[in-house]
DNA sequence: AAAACTCCCAACCGCATCTGT
DNA sequence: TACAGATGCGGTTGGGAGTTT
């Protein structure tokens, strides 16, 4: 595809992978797990950058990718999400097992953004560029130009389902008033707000929301968002790497749990109420 | 039958962020 | 603290398949 590379690709294959490029890829990775990139092709004995061997591994080699069409579920899971988060991608693909950001991505391009055009635009994420655009297309002009109200946060790939008794944070949810239940996330995903390794965060000052807007927030169409994070304007940037969870962060992680099961909402109530607590226990040691 | 057009999606790029020194 | 390299993400491109004329 007729463009300058991005690093120095000379004597490189590009374009479409062959099988045989897959079976090395394939092959190396069973063997030595992911990771180091930028070194895997050299050592695996690949002609590719190793930003391709990557992309091509996530979005396509990897097993427990879910290929074929995406479910009428699925869509309106998109869709909510998308109405929450915008265009992250890799989110919204963290809450969908087996599906990747490039197949949400394309997905969302050609067949729910035109659907959903008409709607209120949702929250953009892109990120300033301080360069100019790479050259319009009709196509670029139907990305939200609107300025970014949410920061990002690392996204998570959902690879199991996890029954709440099987939540690390189980104890702290009152099962009694829950019915059976799944609550969908990654075993590496339990949000962590009082930060890595115990460290002491913002947490605390930043909460200032009553916990019946956080109730009327959960129970919305998630219109109400956008508010909020406006009010999240003490210069804490949002976390990348899963580093410090927000509150936004947190809600905004809870929220999209409850996209997927609404009926648990009673878990985030009692979640958020055991997160203060040990705040206030680490805080007072 | 074939040219023109449209659509889909794998792959690419640039940039932001993370991590190590 | 500053820097460089590595990694991750979202936007964009272009080839090929499918459809229409």
Redo the contacts with the bound molecule.
């Keep these: 595809?007729?463009?300058?590379?991005?690093?120095s690709?000379v004597g490189l294959?590009?374009?479409?992978?062959t099988a045989a490029e897959d079976k090395i890829l394939t092959d190396y990775i069973n063997h030595h797990g992911?990771?180091?990139?930028?070194?895997?092709p050299k050592i695996a004995g690949l002609k590719?950058?190793?930003?391709?061997c990557?992309?091509?591994w996530?979005?396509?080699l990897r097993p427990d990718i879910k290929?074929g069409n995406i479910s009428h579920d699925e869509e309106e899971l998109i869709i909510r999400l998308h109405k929450l988060?915008?265009?992250?991608?890799?989110?919204?693909?963290?809450r969908l097992p087996g599906r990747?950001?490039?197949?949400i991505?394309?997905?969302w391009?050609?067949?729910l953004g035109?659907r959903v055009d008409h709607q209120p635009k949702p929250i953009?994420?892109?990120?300033?560029?301080?360069?100019?655009?790479?050259?319009?297309?009709p196509?670029?002009?139907?990305?939200?130009k609107n300025a970014s109200n949410l920061?990002?946060t690392?996204?998570?790939r959902c690879s199991k389902l996890l029954t709440s008794s099987q939540h690390p944070r189980a104890e702290s949810i009152d099962s009694s008033t829950e019915p059976a239940q799944s609550v969908v996330h990654n075993s590496s995903d339990v949000p962590n707000p009082t930060g890595e390794e115990d460290k002491p965060t913002e947490f605390m000052p930043e909460i200032e929301m009553g916990e019946e807007s956080l109730w009327d927030l959960l129970n919305s169409d998630f219109s109400d968002l956008g508010e909020f994070n406006h009010s999240n304007s003490n210069g804490v940037?949002?976390?990348?790497?899963?580093?410090i969870m927000s509150p936004k962060e947190l809600l905004e992680d809870w929220t999209i749990r409850e996209c997927l099961q609404p009926f648990v909402a009673s878990s985030f109530h009692h979640y958020f109420s055991s997160v203060l607590e040990s705040e206030e226990d680490w805080l007072a040691k």
């Excluded at 953009?124 to 297309?137: E, I, L, M, Q, V």
């Excluded at 940037?237 to 580093?243: C, Y």
């Design positions: 595809m007729g463009r300058s590379p991005c690093c690709k294959n590009r374009g479409a992978w992911e990771g180091k990139w930028r070194n895997l590719r950058c190793g930003k391709s990557r992309l091509r996530l979005n396509y290929r988060l915008g265009n992250r991608w890799s989110l919204i693909a963290g990747t950001d490039n197949e991505k394309n997905y391009n050609t067949n035109k953009s994420t892109r990120r300033p560029s301080k360069k100019k655009a790479s050259t319009g297309t196509k670029s002009e139907t990305q939200d920061g990002r690392k996204a998570v940037s949002p976390s990348s790497g899963g580093a």
